[in-house]
């Protein structure tokens, strides 16, 4: 039977009416304004709504108008918008705004798309948007959450969100296209996610051909199962310096990816030099080990459970002055975050990893002795020539020498679960791309993130996932659910 639209836009526009509007709706219905709904929607791009909307707020205190806008240089700019996604090309963009508006349009807000893309930091969803909301005049706006819903859906069959445009203009029935963009916003921010959506109980699940989905796993009724089958959402990412990782979107990843427990690796910080953002996020404890140099290497995790006791390092000084092991120990498992050294050009550090690898082994069996073991981060090592792009070229270089190798062959030896590995074994699987000559673009990339659990806890893996479609550092978040 064919999808019909139809029928879903009916459902929708009743289900959505108690969800959280989204940020650029709600300045709408506050101000009416075409200019604030202008600036707020530069500042959505790419950012979580709740960042968006505390913005706005700092922002509107003290702009009103384009000649306030003006006042305000791009040093104060970034300060008031910080940490919206892309903060400081964002504040360039306002900063440039009024001069444009004043150019082009004698400081009025134009009312076409094709006027309002000759604006700073304005694309054509932005523009679309604006014209929508602002003016209420018909366009068909196309963010992330449409296109990938109306892919979902196969309404429509496109590569990219401009596609999607160009296809809905074509087949989307007019009447729709003031309200599609706020309804599947709203739809794809609480029940249509990007990552473990929640389709067990969509309203459209009758209707929806789910096309490339792979809905979350239920965990069933928690009031009635024991504590230990729950299923729970673990998640590391190597951030590779968490102030810049916070400038380039972290926290709507961190809200998007929706962890129970989400582990950092090489911070690169001490917790007070980062902002109350980061260090008091709402639901979660945080729990700091950054490395004594300032600005190298480091963890971090956040739990939305509270352990029974925390284990700083491994018992080694050698090792634990640089923060590369945080261990949470709860009821029924410990949980591992570990960063380990890379063994550096020439294979310089080669001695002091391996031994690292050795304690490693120590600590993780002496812990699986006494109950389930998840051990999450960057093991800074491809196991196999599947895991890069370029193994023959790599045999002799750090992250994919023998002598690394063959402790991850001693440690998935000794029984220890590759959990990635057991359900995907397709190539092409990266969590780590070099910087250079385009790397993540083209996919030339390592794997060497993982998650791994002791033999005993086979039966407890629910899933693994590699997020490469994370952007924010060199390297992408990794996911497993356990029970």
């Not at 918008?81 to 508006?101: C, E, M, Q, S, T």
């Not at 596609?163 to 029935?173: F, G, H, V």
């Not at 309203?203 to 299923?231: M, Y």
Request: charge should be positive.
């Amino acid at each position: 039977m064919p999808f019909s639209i139809d029928a879903a836009m009916a459902l929708l526009d009743r289900e959505v009416r108690h969800y959280q509007v989204p940020v650029v709706d709600l300045v709408a219905a506050q101000s009416k304004d075409p200019f604030k709904i202008l600036v707020a929607t530069i500042l959505s791009a790419r950012t979580k709504d709740e960042v968006t909307a505390a913005a706005c707020r700092r922002l509107f205190k003290r702009v009103g108008t384009p000649a306030d806008l003006a006042g305000l240089t791009v040093a104060e700019l970034e300060k008031i918008i910080y940490p919206v996604g892309f903060f400081r090309n964002k504040a360039g963009y306002l900063a440039r705004l009024p001069g444009a508006l004043q150019e082009r349009f004698d400081s009025r807000v134009p009312d076409e798309v094709d006027s309002l893309v000759k604006l700073p930091g304005v694309g054509r969803k932005t523009a679309n948007l604006v014209v929508t909301i602002a003016f209420g005049k018909p366009a068909v706006c196309v963010d992330t959450h449409v296109h990938r819903i109306m892919n979902i859906w196969g309404y429509v069959r496109t590569e990219t969100p401009l596609a999607t445009e160009i296809a809905l203009r074509a087949k989307l029935p007019e009447k729709y296209w003031l309200r599609f963009n706020s309804i599947l916003v709203a739809f794809g921010q609480a029940t249509c996610r990007p990552v473990s959506p929640h389709c067990d109980r969509c309203v459209l699940a009758g209707i929806c051909p789910q096309i490339g989905v792979k809905p979350r796993k239920i965990p069933g009724n928690k009031k009635n199962e024991p504590k230990g089958d729950a299923v729970k959402k673990f998640v590391s990412w190597n951030v590779n310096g968490l102030r810049a990782a916070l400038k380039n979107g972290f926290l709507d990843a961190f809200f998007e990816l929706d962890a129970d427990i989400f582990a950092l690796q090489e911070i690169k910080a001490l917790p007070d030099q980062l902002p109350e953002e980061v260090k008091t996020i709402r639901g979660y404890s945080a729990f700091w080990y950054p490395a004594q140099k300032k600005g190298y290497a480091g963890t971090a995790i956040f739990s939305r459970r509270e352990p029974l006791r925390v284990l700083y390092g491994l018992g080694d000084p050698a090792f634990d002055h640089e923060g590369r092991a945080l261990t949470l120990e709860f009821d029924d498992f410990y949980f591992i975050n570990l960063y380990f050294p890379n063994a550096q050009p020439g294979l310089k550090r080669l001695d002091f990893k391996l031994a690292f690898d050795r304690a490693v082994m120590r600590f993780i069996d002496r812990l699986a002795r006494e109950k389930s073991v998840v051990a999450g981060g960057d093991f800074n090592v491809a196991h196999k020539p599947i895991d890069l792009a370029n193994p023959q070229a790599n045999e002799k270089n750090p992250g994919f020498s023998p002598p690394e190798r063959a402790w991850m062959d001693e440690l998935t030896g000794a029984g220890y679960i590759d959990t990635f590995r057991r359900f995907n074994r397709e190539p092409g699987q990266y969590t780590w791309w070099s910087y250079r000559f385009r790397a993540r673009e083209k996919n030339i990339g390592w794997r060497i993130d993982y998650f791994v659990i002791d033999p005993g806890s086979a039966d407890r893996l629910v899933s693994a996932a590699i997020h490469d479609n994370v952007p924010g550092s060199d390297h992408c978040p990794v996911s497993i659910e356990f029970k």
